[in-house]
């Protein structure tokens, strides 16, 4: 069992930085997927980035080159830089943990928005 608390969320004007953190409980926290979704008002959650085990990270499009993922497994821990933000950045982020199977968690979400 994992549990996941999300941290970090708050109001940013545009083209402002934030950074949110996801700090997970219980053990083997080096061992899963970690990832980093998004929910905006009135459209489905989607992924914004993942990091593997090993420390491989993938993005959707329309963050690359402005969002940065990372974890840190001695502090069970991982985080994301927002840099550049958008309007369009606003929603709910959600942290995730994913080891396949039924090990897959959720965090409660921090909300992030951006708005002048």
Known sequence: QVQLVESGGGLVQPGGS???SCAASG???RMYLMGWYRQAPGKQRELVAQITSGGTTNYVHSVQGRFTISRD???NTLYIQMNSLKPE???VYY???NRGGR???WG???LVTVSS
């Open 89 to 91: 950045d606003t929603a």
């Open 73 to 75: 497994n001695a502090k």
């Open 95 to 97: 942290c995730n943990a």
């Open 27 to 29: 053990s083997d926290f």
């Open 103 to 105: 090990e897959n968690y």
């Open 108 to 110: 409660k979400g921090t």
């Open 18 to 20: 934030l950074r949110l």
